[in-house]
Every structure is written in C-alpha cells, then in structure tokens.
C-alpha cells in the first residue's frame, strides 16, 4: 500500500530497518546517498554486521532495490545476508568517492 503522500524526509529514512524476503533484519538505513545532477536517491547505505553498533560496516544498496512494506514498517530486499557480506562496503570513517568507478562497482555486484 503507497502512502498518500509519497514524499519522506531524509532523516525519516535513515535509521529505518531493512529486511530480507524471509523477513530477517537485515540492518537498518544510515544515510542516503543523491546524485548531485539529477537529484534522484542512488543509494541507501545500509548499516551491516559488528554488535551494539560497534564493528559496523556500510553497504551501499541501490535505492531501486529496496521496497517499503508497512507491514514491516521498513525496506525489504531481495538479498540474503549472504549476499550482503559479499558485497562491496567501507567502514563509517572510510566513505569512498561515489565516482563512475566506485558506483559501477556496487551497481554490478547487484546486476544492475
């Protein structure tokens, strides 16, 4: 079900849990990350693994990916952990530069 207003704020996403189709908690939204030109969301930068926040690695998902499901009341995506521990990521103190290079990487290992 889409909400009336389709429209959120970006500190109402961040912080949002994201699940896989098995209903596994995943981890939840750090930041979003926005194509300067265009001003569309290209990623969502899941928080991911360590304990009690610590330890705690960021993956970029491509926004397209993600789906919100009210039942949840957070993102669901078609990943397993697995694949998530697979992909590319980069520690809070480490965010890349999400050039032509970096961004063809992520949006590769999800086949986009």
Do not use: C, H
């Amino acid at each position: 079900m889409v909400s009336a207003n389709p429209v959120i704020s970006s500190d109402r996403v961040e912080g949002t849990s994201v699940y896989n189709t098995s209903g596994d908690k995943l981890g939840s939204i750090d930041e979003l990350m926005i194509d300067k030109i265009s001003g569309q969301v290209r990623y969502a930068v899941l928080e991911f693994g360590g304990f009690l926040g610590m330890g705690t690695d960021r993956y970029p998902l491509p926004w397209s990916m993600l789906k919100y499901d009210t039942s949840q009341d957070g993102y669901v995506v078609p990943l397993t952990k697995a694949q998530i521990e697979g992909a590319p990521k980069y520690a809070s103190d480490r965010v890349p530069e999400y050039d032509d290079t970096y961004s063809g990487t992520v949006d590769k290992y999800y086949g986009l």
